[in-house]
């Protein structure tokens, strides 16, 4: 798929309250993502910001707790709207200080999400780094002490980078991105990128000339921005009339992709079959992935 552009583009996942705001905005060295220490610091639903970082423009999706309510099949379709043609890596963010038997199953989770090679482009971000520091012990000691962490970083074949949120070196931003660098070499320079990321690319591209028409001087940022919230892919994920979508959902992912197709044929021309197919299919994974949750809680 000719989509994938020399912006790199990150998405973080994790459970809620592990610090992946925080590491956005220590991505973008500004903040863009509110974190507020309070009783629900949460981020409940999927937000992209961008910025300019080590000579690169950078996209950072935010995304709601990997095990939390919020996780809908509307925040999977809105992340993937948001990090198509599709991300150059996933970051998954881990606490060090609170490691659950919930996250030992993340990649596992995001592979039945997206399919088997999403391994490739994955790489564990631990932060709270500085208790490490505070304890006098090292990121490789910690994680030969612990089993479920190698296991986890033997699943991202990323490997693995720490923050300190607190701290404003920027050297660790400049590692960070020298790794996802070197992980972007190694998949050939490409982003990852599937059905689902290609159907969410063609309706934005579409959205985009729809909007370009309306409005001749309207900036490509701005119309990117705007159809990237509001597109036929996110669309067929929220039109539930004859609840098709419903029993897509509660089918799995092996015949979501096919019930999808079939919304998308019902939703008319402007949606289209390839899209609900596509939509089909993250409506069945979320089914399968939410129920495996459920099961780990």
């Known amino acids: 798929f000719s989509g994938c552009s020399s912006d790199l583009r990150v998405v973080l996942v994790g459970q809620e ?29 999927c937000e992209k910001r961008e910025g300019d970082v080590q000579g690169r423009r950078v ?15 509307e925040e999977i379709a809105k992340a993937i709207s948001l990090a198509a043609p599709g991300p150059h890596v996933i970051l998954i963010v881990i606490q060090l200080n609170r490691f659950t038997k919930e996250e030992q199953e993340t990649v596992k989770i995001l592979q039945e999400m997206f399919g088997e ?19 006098g012990v090292s990121i490789e000691t910690f994680i030969s002490q612990n089993q479920p962490l190698r296991e986890i970083i033997r699943q991202c074949d990323g490997g693995y980078h720490v923050f300190n949120n607190r701290d404003k070196d920027l050297h660790q931003v400049t590692e960070l991105v020298t790794k996802i660098n070197i992980i972007v070499q190694i998949n050939g320079g490409s982003c990852y990128t599937n059905e689902m ?21 309207i900036a490509c940022a ?19 009339e004859d609840n098709s979508f419903l029993k897509a959902v509660l089918m799995g992912a092996g015949t979501g992709a ?4 079939a919304v998308g044929a019902d939703v008319g021309a402007d949606v289209g079959a390839d899209v609900g ?21």
Do not use: W
């Open 117 to 135: 090679k999403l391994r490739n482009y994955t790489m564990a971000l631990f932060t709270h780094g500085d208790d490490l520091k505070e304890a």
């Open 197 to 217: 990321f290609q159907a969410a690319e063609r309706a934005i591209r579409e959205e985009m000339e729809h909007l370009k028409r309306e409005n001749p001087d």
């Open 59 to 73: 996209s950072v999706v935010d995304t709601p707790g990997l095990f939390s309510s919020q996780l809908s099949e």
């Open 277 to 297: 197919a596509a939509v089909g299919a993250v409506a069945g994974a979320v089914a399968v992935a939410v129920e495996k949750a459920c099961i780990i809680q």
């Open 17 to 45: 309250r592990v610090g992946k705001s925080s590491a956005g905005n220590t991505i973008l060295e500004k903040k863009e993502f509110d974190c507020k220490f309070s009783s629900s610091p949460l981020t409940l639903s």
């Open 222 to 240: 701005k119309t990117r921005r705007q159809a990237e919230e509001d597109n036929s892919f996110l669309k067929a994920v929220l039109m539930e």
């Open 258 to 261: 096919a019930a999808g197709a």
